[in-house]
């Protein structure tokens, strides 16, 4: 078989134990997958006329790094708009959208992310403080959060949305006011879906070329692959346009969702996707929610927040979604279930449980995603259950703070508050963590997610003092978070997360050693040359 590429004078670091292997070079074969390790004389006599050969100048190569929680596709689109996440309050809100405004073309809509709830303090979060900013404008502004948004008088006008309505999910709302009228807020997708419906979408074209570009800037942050956390939409055939064409710059798993009200021949189509796909993604398990955000007041708390709020499941019926995840799991399929309240983590581990204990195939791999706080008596279960603790520390330094004195922490009280993303405990249990962004809700750049695993601390104010800075990983277990932990995750830990002959040529190349680099210096860690089966999708021009 030909040698596809070679590597010499690099320094090939083991996430298994920390150390630098012996070997400096390695070679990877036509089929994407790394041939042999050896020095730098023995692996570039490999070499043959068509091999793409790489001087790495003692660059530190890593397995590559996987995003265990991303969403490709709704962020390409999302994040197009005009971003909010930097506004600090209510007149820089204003501010950033008057500005907007000017360049808009009359009649057309104004679409913007990020917005932070804390900008509006103690009081309740809705479209009123910018009614005289948007007034006549259609505008949709999405919530850092990305399960509410806010909607503008004109925007609700032509959604035709002027009071309450009922969904399937049980956290879905269109907040209204005493008197029955829209607040402008709009609570989980099913709300969100009533304005977006009727605002104007991206051409085929435009979306495909979004994503494109969005998983280049990926690559070129250093990661490899990515679990996408939804199949919504055009996503499915966006992913195989793209591979076929041979621009699909990661390895994708795609988790399509099931919502409540999913039947039984709805729940045989999303068992029947399993194993679909193309060459660099395919159709790996399902996303499931049990609850929605604390921010918003959707949570499943065992206790409600401060507001009386957070006190119900997302699936009307919790017993439902037990039933899906029984059935799930006896046909062999991964389940990745949205849980950040106490309440809605214990309810998944409970319906894993007894999806054990009712029989089917070993070796399924469940997940909870995020785990925003939950109790002692939570944290052993994941390792006694095998269930993956996915977590996204970035969202503890940039949406919360250390005195409690966030929108998240308000609303749980210091109890709960102090108990905030508790990597550290879950990794203590035994469980397995697997570390992701959930972009757009926070930016994908790994090293930043790895750093904020470490320092725990706001990436725009590093001199901030660290939330539950006991709750830190190492820079070893941040490293296998994004390496081997998500390998496991998909059950590819023969094929992925080592530098070992006959695994996947999925490759990370650093300026320098990620582990022995400060936690707060980590972010801007050079990304040399970044590799998806034995191909370069990323080569910094010097190289």
């Not at 809700?441 to 320092?455: C, D, E, N, Y």
């Not at 050693?513 to 998806?532: C, E, F, K, Q």
Request: charge should be negative; aromatic fraction near 6%.
């Amino acid at each position: 078989m030909r040698t596809r590429l070679v590597l010499f004078s690099a320094r090939l670091l083991d996430p298994g134990t920390g150390a630098f292997l012996p070997q400096t070079a390695l070679a990877v074969s036509d089929d994407g997958r790394i041939a042999a390790l050896g020095d730098d004389r023995e692996i570039r006599a490999l070499a043959g006329p068509a091999t793409t050969v790489v001087d790495l100048k003692g660059a530190v190569v890593t397995p590559g790094f996987v995003d265990g929680h991303v969403h490709p596709v709704s962020g390409a689109e999302l994040t197009h708009g005009l971003d909010l996440s930097y506004c600090a309050d209510l007149d820089d809100v204003r501010e950033v959208l008057a500005r907007e405004i000017r360049s808009l073309d009359r009649g057309a809509w104004l679409f913007g992310w990020g917005l932070d709830p804390n900008v509006f303090g103690d009081a309740p979060v809705g479209i009123a403080p910018f009614d005289s900013v948007l007034d006549g404008i259609p505008a949709f502004l999405l919530l850092f959060d990305a399960h509410s948004a806010l909607a503008s008088r004109r925007a609700l006008e032509l959604a035709g949305v002027d009071g309450p309505r009922t969904f399937a999910q049980a956290s879905a709302e269109v907040v209204c006011d005493a008197a029955g009228r829209p607040t402008g807020l709009l609570q989980e997708d099913a709300a969100c879906e009533l304005v977006e419906r009727v605002a104007p979408r991206p051409t085929r074209e435009e979306s495909r070329e979004r994503l494109a570009t969005a998983l280049r800037s990926m690559a070129a942050a250093g990661l490899t692959g990515g679990h996408a956390m939804d199949a919504n939409g055009d996503s499915l055939a966006l992913y195989g346009e793209l591979d076929a064409a041979g621009d699909l710059a990661l390895r994708l798993r795609v988790a399509p969702w099931c919502q409540p009200g999913t039947d039984a021949d709805g729940l045989r189509a999303l068992i029947e996707r399993q194993g679909t796909g193309g060459a660099l993604w395919r159709v790996a398990g399902v996303k499931l929610f049990m609850d929605g955000t604390i921010d918003n007041g959707t949570a499943w708390l065992e206790r409600p927040d401060c507001h009386g709020e957070s006190t119900h499941a997302f699936w009307p019926d919790p017993a439902a979604y037990t039933h899906i995840v029984g059935e799930l799991h006896r046909a062999g399929v991964p389940t990745a279930t949205h849980a950040i309240g106490d309440a809605a983590v214990r309810h998944v581990l409970d319906s894993v449980e007894k999806a054990r204990a009712a029989g089917g195939p070993d070796g399924v791999r469940h997940r909870v995603e995020h785990i925003e706080t939950v109790p002692d008596d939570t944290l052993r279960r994941f390792a006694e259950l095998g269930v993956l603790a996915s977590m996204q520390p970035t969202h503890c330094c940039d949406f919360t703070r250390a005195d409690h004195t966030d929108n998240w922490s308000r609303r749980l009280g210091e109890e709960r508050a102090a108990r905030a993303w508790r990597c550290r405990d879950l990794a203590d249990s035994g469980a397995t963590v697997v570390l992701g962004s959930d972009w757009p809700i926070a930016p994908f750049p790994p090293l930043g997610v790895m750093a904020g695993a470490r320092h725990r601390r706001p990436s725009r104010d590093l001199g901030q003092a660290p939330h539950g800075p006991e709750q830190a990983l190492t820079a070893l277990e941040a490293l296998r978070g994004m390496t081997t932990a998500p390998a496991f995750a998909a059950g590819e830990e023969h094929e992925a997360g080592r530098l070992a002959p006959g695994y996947r040529a999925d490759l990370t190349v650093l300026g320098a050693d990620p582990l022995t680099t400060a936690a707060t210096d980590l972010p801007d860690l050079p990304v040399r040359l970044t590799v998806v089966a034995g191909r370069p999708t990323f080569r910094a021009s010097d190289l």
